[in-house]
């Protein structure tokens, strides 16, 4: 009997797309605040950051987290001998992963590769018991037709090129002491396979987080304008948007209500075209001084997908030491995990409604 999964409740799975370093650890931490629940896994050093972590996989009663890492074909060694890249496809064990996926969305209980990180070899499976939100994040959860078939909604964290150089740094020299030589190095080592295999996948995702530098300063390269993509047509997901649906709105709050510093805050909405499907966008440039302030710009917000006015603060407060929470990183990241919670009440509601039909069907019979 398994106890994390109700009876007649179906896992929803999302998929989460994005390169290593480009803050999935930092967002699976927004979301699992949101969904409560106590987690039994580790959580907080970063998926695949160094640290001896017994497992990549995230649980709680609610929710796991499945780092796709763990279906590397071969080890770090194996890979020396290939000569191919971990973002390879070649590299990434597509069936197995496939045949996981269905089971756990069919309610079974799978035994999943561990890929450990710092060692870089496949250390023995571990069982893995389905529960109501199963997360698959990593390289290429959107790669294989067979596996995007079976998610529920789709995510990809794209962090433009400079940015990503700034995160490194920040990171692997000020944090692990990499030289930039060899940061720089390993970005143009992967870059060939990363836009041959994993970039591709955003334009096959529901929601698409944007991460670039801000067009308010030119000479400003710290601050972010983040665009939260969002695809119309997604069951189960109305997009969110500032003011008035299917206008187009630039809007700079109001100094006394939203202090921000220099070159200051500007937000837009409105519907737009991604790779030939319909969008609708919400944008924020620059970085705001005052957590607490963020409810002006929440009470402007439609389709938030909150519970109570003043929720989507109140979850950025939470995490307020977390990266980005000072800016539209963590605003979209936010809205993202509320568009998540709302889909699985959507999905479970929808599934209890089913089982309650069928079981009058019978009585009835
Ligand atoms: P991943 O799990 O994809 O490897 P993390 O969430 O651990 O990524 O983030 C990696 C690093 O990138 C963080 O330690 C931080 O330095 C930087 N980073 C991530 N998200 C942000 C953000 N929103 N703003 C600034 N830096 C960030
Ligand atoms: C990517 C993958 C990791 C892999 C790393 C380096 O970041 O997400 O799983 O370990 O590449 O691969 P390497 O072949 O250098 O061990």
Same mark, same amino acid.
């Given at each position: 009997?398994?106890?994390a !999964?109700?009876?007649?409740?179906?896992?929803?799975?999302i998929?989460?797309a994005a390169?290593?370093g480009?803050g999935?650890?930092?967002?699976?931490?927004?979301?699992?605040?949101i969904?409560?629940?106590?987690v039994v896994g580790?959580?907080g050093?970063?998926?695949?950051?160094?640290?001896?972590w017994?497992?990549?996989?995230?649980?709680?009663d609610?929710?796991? =987290?499945i780092?796709?890492?763990d279906?590397?074909l %071969?080890d770090?060694?194996?890979r020396?001998?290939?000569g191919?890249? /971990?973002l %390879?496809?070649?590299?990434?064990n597509?069936?197995l992963?496939y045949?996981?996926?269905k089971?756990l969305?069919e309610g079974k209980t =799978?035994s999943?590769p561990?890929?450990n990180?710092?060692?870089g070899?496949?250390?023995t499976p571990?069982?893995?018991? $389905?529960? +109501?939100?199963?997360i698959?994040?990593?390289?290429?959860p959107?790669h294989?037709?067979?596996?995007?078939?079976l998610l529920?909604f789709?995510?990809y964290?794209?962090i433009s $090129?400079?940015?990503?150089?700034?995160?490194k740094?920040?990171r692997d020299m000020? @944090?692990r002491?990499h030289?930039?030589?060899?940061i720089?190095a390993?970005?143009?080592?992967?870059?060939?396979?990363f836009d041959a295999y994993?970039? $591709?996948?955003?334009k096959l995702s529901?929601?698409?987080i944007?991460?670039l +530098?801000?067009? !308010?300063?030119k000479?400003?390269?710290?601050t972010?304008?983040?665009r939260?993509?969002q695809k119309?047509?997604?069951p189960?997901f /109305? +997009?969110?948007?500032?003011?008035d649906s299917?206008?187009t709105?630039e809007w700079?709050p109001s100094p006394e209500?939203?202090?921000?510093?220099a +070159?200051g805050?500007k937000?837009?909405?409105g519907p @737009?075209?991604?790779?030939?499907?319909k969008?609708? =966008?919400?944008?924020?440039?620059?970085?705001?001084?005052?957590?607490?302030?963020?409810?002006?710009?929440e009470s402007?917000?439609? %389709?938030t997908?909150t519970?109570f006015?003043?929720?989507?603060?109140q979850?950025?407060?939470a995490?307020a030491?977390? $990266?980005?929470?000072n800016n539209?990183?963590?605003?979209?990241?936010t809205?993202?995990?509320? /568009?998540?919670?709302d889909?699985?009440?959507k999905?479970?509601a929808?599934?209890a409604?089913?089982?309650?039909e069928?079981?009058t069907?019978?009585a009835?019979?």
């Amino acid at each position: 009997l398994n106890m994390a !999964l109700p009876e007649g409740v179906t896992p929803i799975i999302i998929g989460v797309a994005a390169d290593s370093g480009c803050g999935k650890s930092t967002f699976m931490r927004r979301l699992t605040n949101i969904f409560g629940g106590d987690v039994v896994g580790p959580l907080g050093g970063g998926f695949g950051a160094p640290g001896g972590w017994e497992t990549n996989t995230l649980v709680s009663d609610l929710t796991t =987290v499945i780092c796709l890492d763990d279906y590397h074909l %071969n080890d770090r060694n194996g890979r020396k001998v290939t000569g191919l890249t /971990a973002l %390879n496809p070649l590299e990434n064990n597509f069936d197995l992963m496939y045949e996981q996926v269905k089971a756990l969305k069919e309610g079974k209980t =799978v035994s999943k590769p561990i890929y450990n990180h710092v060692n870089g070899t496949l250390d023995t499976p571990e069982t893995i018991e $389905p529960t +109501p939100i199963i997360i698959f994040e990593g390289l290429h959860p959107m790669h294989d037709d067979r596996v995007r078939d079976l998610l529920d909604f789709t995510l990809y964290l794209d962090i433009s $090129p400079d940015v990503k150089l700034n995160w490194k740094i920040q990171r692997d020299m000020e @944090e692990r002491g990499h030289s930039l030589e060899s940061i720089m190095a390993s970005i143009e080592a992967r870059k060939p396979d990363f836009d041959a295999y994993i970039d $591709p996948q955003k334009k096959l995702s529901d929601m698409i987080i944007e991460v670039l +530098p801000t067009n !308010l300063d030119k000479e400003d390269k710290k601050t972010l304008r983040v665009r939260c993509i969002q695809k119309e047509g997604v069951p189960d997901f /109305a +997009p969110c948007y500032l003011f008035d649906s299917g206008s187009t709105i630039e809007w700079t709050p109001s100094p006394e209500k939203l202090s921000s510093p220099a +070159p200051g805050i500007k937000l837009m909405s409105g519907p @737009e075209e991604y790779f030939g499907s319909k969008c609708q =966008v919400v944008e924020m440039d620059g970085n705001f001084d005052n957590l607490q302030e963020l409810v002006y710009i929440e009470s402007a917000l439609s %389709n938030t997908k909150t519970k109570f006015y003043g929720e989507l603060t109140q979850a950025m407060l939470a995490l307020a030491d977390a $990266p980005g929470s000072n800016n539209g990183t963590g605003l979209m990241q936010t809205l993202a995990a509320f /568009a998540i919670r709302d889909l699985y009440e959507k999905k479970s509601a929808q599934a209890a409604k089913a089982k309650k039909e069928s079981t009058t069907a019978a009585a009835a019979a």
